[in-house]
């Protein structure tokens, strides 16, 4: 009897210590754990910080083409010589951009990008950056003129940062038609046509231009040119952001593009001369009432390929992007214009494609996606920073930063 007591109060002992050591060692790997998450933190912060807080080197990484992602030694997006935080310089933002439609031909690429940000040997991260109100257009209807359809009415769409439609966001949207002489090139006249109207629950509302074209192209001879574009402006609780569409363009007809400093890059198959006529968007007069028969500015772009195909050598910045581009030649129309207008966040270029007048798109503030050590999917022990509000020509845009250790996440 008392040897069968002995060996249960053995038994009991032993499961006590059982017990004891696996609290012990569950304890030690939770602290274990909430360091590891701490440190990743820390991590995290020190990046974030460092993309939207310092310039970078060379400061001017943004705007000048002689800088490659090879020569770049140091990463940040913060505009050189504010001294306010959280500006975001849209050059810099730009060199990031990769359009489906055309390759950036001056990309940072994810893994240099990692690099430089002293995370390509042990993290994966996942950088996202878009409009705090992202504004999407598409045409539901035409009005034809001569060879030409023009977009007559159209469904806009209003999202928040996460991809959620926003109710009662009022859209602005000024349909620009610029008439154009095709014997000289020169610009006859142009007309702008205002539209408002409320998102619905689903943060979508249509803006119906039919009477307005129909007005207008009754009085137009069909000898000349029209360049369309729409300027569309989404207000919401204060927040204001801006898109830019090109009515006239069907499908497959390359109509986005890039713009690096001074020079603008499109699809090579655009037809152009020796120059074309552009149009800045001053969006200080969209910030607030918007003065819409004042918010042009045109401008002249020069291109820099000839009729060859090659370079131009009669112009230093055709010299200059001939150097540090030989190949572009191949790929894009390349092009300097002659004014930025520094808070421009759209231009758009006139042209032809296939021997009729197109606009080209070049949006300054794209949304960015760009993730490295895994696919876009965010494993289970990864850390999300942010969203930080930063702004960009004074619209507020959204930075957030996802980062985990490769060993426990994605190889």
């Known amino acids: 009897m008392e040897a069968t007591l002995e060996y249960l109060a053995l038994g009991v002992l032993i499961v006590l210590l059982i017990a004891v050591a696996y609290g012990m060692a569950s304890t030690s790997m939770n602290t274990l754990g909430t360091v590891y998450e701490e440190q990743l933190f820390t991590v995290a912060e020190r990046v974030m910080d460092k993309i939207v807080l310092t310039p970078g080197y060379p400061a001017d990484w943004g705007t000048n083409i002689s800088v490659t992602p090879d020569t770049l030694t140091d990463f940040g997006l ?26 950036n031909p001056l990309l940072l690429n994810a893994s240099r990008l990692a690099q430089l940000l002293g995370l390509s040997e042990n993290y994966g991260f996942r950088l996202r950056m878009r409009p705090m109100l992202v504004v999407s257009v598409k045409p539901v209807a035409y009005r034809q003129f001569g060879n030409w359809n023009f977009s007559s009415i159209f469904q806009v769409n209003v999202t928040n940062y996460y991809g959620l439609g926003i109710p009662n966001a009022n859209v602005t949207g000024m349909y620009v038609i610029v008439r154009v002489n095709p014997g000289n090139g020169e610009v006859e006249k142009k007309q702008v046509f205002a539209k408002s109207n409320l998102t619905g629950p689903l943060g979508t509302c249509t803006l119906d231009y039919r009477s307005e074209l129909s007005n207008y192209f009754n009085k137009q001879r069909t000898d000349r ?18 898109a830019g569409y090109a009515p006239t363009a069907q499908r497959g007809v390359p109509v986005e593009g890039y713009i690096i400093g001074k020079y603008i890059f499109v699809d090579r198959t655009i037809e152009v001369g020796k120059t074309s006529g552009a149009v800045h968007v001053k969006d200080e007069l969209l910030q607030a009432v918007p003065e819409y028969q004042n918010l042009l500015n045109f401008t002249t772009v ?11 050598n009669d112009d230093p910045l055709c010299n200059n992007a001939g150097k540090v581009l030989p190949s572009a030649k191949q790929w894009y129309l390349v092009g300097y214009v002659k004014y930025v ?13 296939r021997g009729s007048p197109v606009v080209i ?15 876009k999917a965010q494993p289970a022990n990864s850390v999300t920073l942010g969203p930080r509000i930063c702004t960009i020509y004074s619209y507020p845009y959204v930075v957030e930063l996802t980062i985990w250790r490769r060993v426990e996440g994605f190889p």
């Open 78 to 103: 913060a505009l050189a010589g504010t001294r306010t935080p959280y500006v975001v310089d849209p050059d810099k933002v730009m060199r990031l951009a990769n359009l489906s439609t055309l390759p």
């Open 361 to 375: 798109v070049v949006n300054r503030i794209p949304s960015i996606d760009i993730s490295y050590g895994g696919s």
């Open 225 to 242: 040119w029209f360049f369309a574009f729409l300027i569309l402006r989404a207000e919401w609780q204060g927040f204001v952001s801006v």
């Open 341 to 353: 207008e520094p808070l421009s966040s759209h231009i758009f270029v006139f042209a032809q494609f």
């Open 302 to 312: 020069v291109w820099c390929r000839d009729s060859t195909g090659n370079f131009r």
